[in-house]
């Protein structure tokens, strides 16, 4: 997976648990794609200082990953459904009504 979005979808997933101060500074990196030197501008701390930040939140995210296993279990039941989609156009190209399923599906996919 793309380490930008990999970075995204970990933070989107466990950035709530982290300090105030942590998601400002990742949020400035991942969401708002500002430079290292930027952010130290911005939170009166050296660039240095907003390297090591970054590394720390990367490996605290990944072990909540590595610990939980959400952002992976999320993709994989991203995977499923779309194989599930395409098992159902599959099956509709036979005249079968799927409709049913397919709503259900689609409902499944708005809640994860």
């Not at 995210?61 to 991203?78: G, I, P, V």
């Not at 399923?101 to 994860?112: K, Q, R, V």
């Amino acid at each position: 997976m793309d380490r930008i979005v990999e970075r995204s979808l970990l933070f989107d997933i466990y950035g709530n648990l982290l300090t105030e101060h942590q998601r400002k500074i990742y949020s400035d990196v991942v969401d708002n794609d500002y430079s290292l030197s930027e952010i130290g501008e911005e939170m009166g701390i050296s660039r240095q200082g907003v390297h090591d930040a970054v590394k720390r939140i990367d490996k605290i995210l990944n072990d909540y990953e590595d610990r939980l296993h959400f952002a992976s279990n999320y993709l994989k039941n991203l995977e499923t459904i779309d194989r599930i989609r395409y098992e159902l156009d599959e099956i509709s190209k036979n005249g079968t009504d799927v409709s049913i399923i397919a709503g259900l599906l689609n409902d499944l996919s708005e809640d994860i």
